[in-house]
């Protein structure tokens, strides 16, 4: 009898853990957004109602480190103190610099292109790892994924902003902290947790040899629909990168939901560029499934946050050097910045 009543206590313990478990059970929700309002059918929560949508996304409103965010270039400071970032793409020493133009060997990585129905977003397979470090990084970074951003204009798509300026898209490099923790997710939630390369997309007549893998035609095509998945190999991750060292950087948050605060953005000084044609084609995957009607994935873009005195950091020496950060922001400096970035 008395065994019987244990189970039975413990049976019921664990029926209890399991409701008392279910209402602020995140899974419920953990799919449940959108950037924008859809055509027909039910409410999905945008932006604007991340935060309040569910307890465990409440970063979303109330953070006040959050990303993306508008780059004012006048309150940019030098930061002698920034290396330059490290790539590491084989482990020993096979370290891949642009200018020893090595060949693509070490160098290449593979990953599985997907149609999440939010990104075009490439996973990074457990084979080949990519590491970075340097820059205002005290860690060594994994490369876990390749997420785009794009707009259904070209003068709208990425998620920062440069002086106010959008560009048409934004290739966002998502690298976790692999010394400290395990795994992505939980990386994610933690201290020092992710590094976010950002890469602004330009429209040119050529294209950016990595992009141009992901986006040619035959490629680009087998992602149209949402769950689509398509398997690429011999990447040179190098190529991804615009030939500069100058970045800007400053700790933010990811763009998406639950929001944590524990990303610092590196955001690459030159953007890369992708043709007329590739853009179009990312203008033409869609949200959903087959079955479903279409909607353009194009837009996937949270709004610019409020940096809220945050510093944002820069290795580009305008040879007048803003002293500690933050307290002593440079507001007036006379300086002549990358050519590029006053464009
Ligand atoms: C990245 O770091 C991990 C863990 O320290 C290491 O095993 C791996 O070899 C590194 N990869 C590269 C390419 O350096
Ligand atoms: C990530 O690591 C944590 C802690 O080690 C583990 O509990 C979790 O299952 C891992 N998640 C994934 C997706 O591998
Ligand atoms: C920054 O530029 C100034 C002027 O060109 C130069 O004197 C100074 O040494 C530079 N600082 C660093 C850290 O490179």
Redesign the pocket.
């Known amino acids: 009898m008395d065994i019987i009543w244990e189970l039975f206590i413990i049976l019921h313990a664990n029926f209890l853990t399991c409701i008392s478990a279910q209402p602020n059970a995140p899974k419920i929700h953990e799919g449940w957004w959108a950037y924008k309002e859809v055509v027909q059918g039910s409410f999905v929560p945008v932006p604007s109602f991340w935060g309040l949508v569910n307890s465990a996304w409440n970063l979303c409103s109330v953070g006040k480190r959050q990303s993306p965010i508008n780059i004012e270039t006048s309150h940019m400071i030098f930061d002698p103190f920034l290396t330059p970032i490290r790539l590491?793409?084989?482990?020993r020493k096979?370290i891949c610099h642009r200018e020893e133009g090595n060949a693509a060997g070490p160098c290449q990585v593979g990953g599985t292109m997907y149609n999440t129905g939010r990104h075009v977003s490439l996973r990074m397979d457990k084979e080949h790892?990519?590491?970075i470090s340097g820059g205002p990084m005290t860690y060594?970074h994994?490369l876990e994924e390749i997420r785009l951003h794009f707009g259904s204009e070209d003068g709208q798509g990425s998620e920062h902003l440069l002086n106010g300026q959008a560009f048409t898209g934004e290739v966002q490099l998502i690298h976790y902290n692999?010394?400290l923790y395990t795994n992505y997710t939980e990386a994610a939630k933690s201290p020092n947790g992710l590094v976010i390369v950002s890469i602004f997309m330009k429209i040119a007549e050529t294209s950016n040899a990595f992009l141009n893998r992901m986006l040619n035609r035959d490629t680009i095509t087998r992602i149209t629909y949402k769950n689509d998945a398509y398997l690429l190999t011999g990447l040179n991750i190098e190529e991804i990168y615009p030939e500069t060292s100058s970045f800007i950087t400053y700790d933010g948050s990811m763009t998406i939901p639950p929001c944590f605060e524990t990303a610092t953005w590196i955001l690459m000084n030159k953007p890369v560029y992708i043709t007329r044609m590739q853009m179009h084609s990312l203008r033409l995957l869609s949200q959903n499934q087959p079955s479903q009607i279409f909607l353009s994935m194009s837009d996937n873009i949270r709004p610019v946050q409020p940096l809220n005195n945050r510093c944002i950091r820069t290795n580009i020496n305008f040879s007048m050097q803003g002293k500690d950060c933050p307290n002593n922001r440079a507001q007036k400096l006379q300086y002549r910045v990358n050519e590029w970035l006053l464009k």
Request: net charge neutral.
């Open positions: 590491n793409t084989g482990g096979n790892l990519v590491n060594s994994r692999h010394e």
